[in-house]
T-cell receptor, first 110, second 114 residues
Framework: AQSVAQPEDQVNVAEGNPLTVKCTYS??????LFWYVQYPNRGLQFLLK??????LVKGSYGFEAEFNKSQTSFHLKKPSALVSDSALYFC????????FGAGTTVTVRA | DTGVSQDPRHKITKRGQNVTFRCDPI?????LYWYRQTLGQGPEFLTY????????KSRLLSDRFSAERPKGSFSTLEIQRTEQGDSAMYLC????????????FGPGTRLTVL
């Protein structure tokens, strides 16, 4: 079975500070990992994905994620957070369907 | 707009009524997925199509739920005899075939069953 876990329900950071949203995965075989962001009353927007290759993946809006096979993690990062980054973030693993984590609410305070 | 579209965006219905939602995927995408998202949870897979063929249905999809994609383009999700527990956001996504492609999501249909 493919699954991901997001250990933090909420992350709070000050604007300009680094932002990290954690995700760990459990898969058989090669993991295909994704990060999505959801703004209130909106659908999910794709941020980035890891398929193969470099462990550091760069995505939309200045986000990046680091794939760590030994720790089975795929943490989302942004060097300098913006208030507009406040949203709900989902990590997901894909076989054909996506299996999502429970989500992490990010609040960036001005 | 060439993204995934869903209609309606909001639906309020009374318990026991039938409802139908529509999803129009990105035109060149042959895979279409339905997910359900309840408050405070991540989306949960319901079913998916490759072209017009429905390839898998989650056990979450009770016999009151039916989905179709008759011509391999748009899809409909029907819920018969709605229950209050069906209240959720219903998300549609599409992708090209293959595990590597990301799924693009529509804005969702929020269903409220009174």
């Amino acid at each position: 079975a493919q699954s991901v876990a997001q250990p933090e329900d909420q992350v709070n950071v000050a604007e300009g500070n680094p932002l990290t949203v954690k995700c760990t995965y459990s898969v058989s075989g090669n993991p295909y990992l994704f990060w999505y962001v959801q703004y209130p009353n909106r659908g999910l927007q794709f941020l980035l994905k890891y398929i193969t290759g470099d462990n550091l993946v760069k995505g939309s809006y200045g986000f990046e994620a680091e794939f760590n096979k030994s720790q089975t993690s795929f943490h989302l990062k942004k060097p300098s957070a913006l208030v507009s980054d406040s949203a709900l973030y989902f990590c997901a693993v894909r076989y054909y369907k996506l299996s999502f984590g429970a989500g992490t609410t990010v609040t960036v305070r001005a | 707009d060439t993204g995934v579209s869903q209609d309606p965006r909001h639906k309020i219905t009374k318990r026991g009524q039938n409802v139908t939602f529509r999803c129009d995927p990105i035109s060149e995408h042959n895979r279409l997925y339905w997910y359900r998202q309840t408050l405070g949870q991540g989306p949960e897979f319901l079913t998916y199509f490759q072209n017009e063929a429905q390839l898998e249905k989650s056990r979450l999809l009770s016999d009151r739920f039916s989905a179709e994609r008759p011509k391999g383009s748009f899809s409909t999700l029907e819920i018969q005899r709605t229950e209050q527990g069906d209240s959720a956001m219903y998300l549609c996504a599409s992708s090209i075939q293959g595990r590597k492609g990301e799924q693009f999501f529509g804005p969702g249909t929020r269903l409220t069953v009174l």
